[in-house]
């Protein structure tokens, strides 16, 4: 009896290391695959804060006025920009964000958003790698997008 209970525990230890050894290169592969993912995943190259300017007889501190602040990345040969738009003073009055970029035909400024509180703008703006040297953010302020405009922030 007792030959025979040695032999079934070393049955049970040999299925189990046997079980063990299968299992082990699923799991090694299942640990690499996120690894894998975030080494492919582009780096996030940050920007702001640009400010607009202020009305008058608003308060001037940088508390109250308009901002906005972002990132771009580069992935699959393409330049990806992403922001944030952020109007504090509470005026009801829209701020509203520009981009403009340079390339081998000159300057191209847009006009891409306004808010009242906060926006969030994802892929606002796409350019092939190679294709653009120059990339700035303004923010504005008030009962257009014309109106109390800060200056040219460099984002790339």
């Given at each position: 009896?007792?030959?025979?209970?040695?032999?079934?525990?070393?049955?049970?230890?040999?299925?189990?290391?046997?079980?063990?050894?299968?299992?082990?290169?699923?799991a090694?592969?299942?640990?690499?695959?996120?690894?894998?993912?975030?080494?492919?995943?582009?780096?996030?190259?940050?920007?702001?804060?640009?400010?607009?300017?202020?009305?008058?007889?608003?308060?001037?501190?940088?508390?109250?006025?308009?901002?906005?602040?972002?990132?771009?990345?580069?992935?699959?040969?393409?330049?990806?920009?992403?922001?944030?738009?952020?109007?504090r003073?509470?005026d009801?009055?829209?701020?509203?964000?520009?981009?403009?970029?340079?390339?081998?035909?000159?300057?191209?400024?847009?006009?891409?958003?306004?808010?009242?509180?906060?926006?969030?703008?994802?892929?606002?703006?796409?350019f092939?790698?190679?294709?653009?040297?120059?990339?700035?953010?303004?923010?504005?302020?008030?009962?257009?997008?014309?109106?109390?405009?800060?200056?040219w922030?460099?984002?790339?």
């Amino acid at each position: 009896m007792r030959n025979l209970r040695s032999i079934i525990v070393g049955s049970a230890l040999a299925g189990a290391l046997a079980a063990g050894a299968l299992a082990a290169p699923a799991a090694n592969a299942a640990a690499a695959a996120p690894a894998a993912a975030s080494a492919s995943a582009p780096t996030k190259h940050f920007f702001g804060n640009f400010y607009s300017k202020y009305h008058s007889g608003e308060d001037k501190g940088f508390g109250f006025r308009s901002y906005f602040k972002g990132y771009w990345y580069k992935k699959d040969g393409y330049y990806w920009f992403y922001g944030d738009l952020f109007d504090r003073d509470r005026d009801n009055e829209y701020s509203y964000v520009w981009y403009r970029y340079h390339d081998s035909s000159g300057f191209h400024t847009k006009y891409f958003g306004k808010t009242k509180g906060h926006g969030d703008f994802n892929k606002f703006a796409k350019f092939k790698s190679g294709k653009f040297d120059d990339f700035d953010i303004r923010v504005c302020e008030g009962d257009n997008r014309f109106e109390d405009c800060g200056g040219w922030g460099d984002a790339f």
